[in-house]
């Protein structure tokens, strides 16, 4: 069975632009949660989607979003990016909320 | 304060030897998870293993091992006869069934940069 996958693997944007970033989980999986890892903050949760609704949020403002689609691959947005968006996302999928989540290899973004 | 506490920011460990990463948490949930991962340099995060508040022994995942002391709030990861190819760093994480039923995503620890020399 196929991991999860993330899409694009590294990207340089630039302060105010906008990025979205793609996850696709394992077949079958229903539960798809985003996570930011940084040097300084370490891995912080972003949001979690199930169903395409999300069920819950991180202390993240809101220029970070996300949505899931009906084949439960998940998109994560970030408008009017900022230098200390840099971090490396990382994208979980689980059968449902609350089993074990499965991390797919992440998309390393760096703003300048 | 920090709900999952790992004081080890760096380990060097001969090969073959075993390992014991600490793991400290703190919640007010009786239902929780608590869970391992590795991360290679390469950034992908890899689960190693889980154990959920009310098993009663200990989990077991292979050269993996969880040592659950819940009285005492620890989930220290043991490795055995360690391999190379297990430098890498190591978060322990916990997931919280009551306050946000479930749904508050994993809490992660600091991570612990495990290094094997030959």
């Known amino acids: 069975k196929a991991g999860v996958t993330q899409t694009p693997r590294y990207l340089i944007k630039t302060r105010g632009q906008q990025v979205t970033l793609s996850c696709s989980p394992i077949s079958g999986h229903r539960s798809v949660s985003w996570y930011q890892q940084t040097p300084g903050q370490g891995l912080q949760f972003l949001f979690e989607?199930?169903?395409?609704?999300?069920?819950n949020k991180g202390n993240f403002p809101g220029r970070f979003s996300g949505r899931q689609f009906s084949n439960s691959r998940s998109e994560m947005n970030v408008s009017t990016l900022e230098l200390g968006d840099s971090a490396l996302y990382l994208c979980?999928?689980?059968?449902?909320?609350?089993?074990?989540?499965?991390f797919g290899p992440g998309t390393r973004l760096l703003v300048l | 304060a920090q709900k999952i506490t790992q004081t080890q920011p760096g380990m060097f460990v001969q090969e073959k030897e075993a390992v014991t990463l600490d793991c400290t948490y703190d919640?007010?949930?009786?239902?929780?998870?608590l869970f391992w991962y590795k991360q290679p340099s390469s950034g992908e995060m890899i689960f190693l293993i889980y154990?959920?508040?009310?098993?009663?022994q200990n989990a077991t995942e292979g050269r993996y091992s969880l040592n659950f002391q819940k009285a005492r709030k620890s989930a220290n990861l043991v490795i055995s006869a360690s391999q190379l190819g297990d430098s890498a760093m190591y978060f322990c994480a916990m997931r919280e069934l009551e306050s946000g039923g479930g749904a508050d995503g994993l809490t992660f620890g600091k991570g612990t940069h495990l290094i094997i020399q030959p």
């Open positions: 979980a999928s689980s059968l449902v909320s609350g089993e074990t989540q499965y």
């Open positions: 989607y199930f169903s395409e609704t999300q069920r």
């Open positions: 919640t007010s949930d009786q239902s929780y998870g």
């Open positions: 154990q959920g508040s009310y098993d009663e």
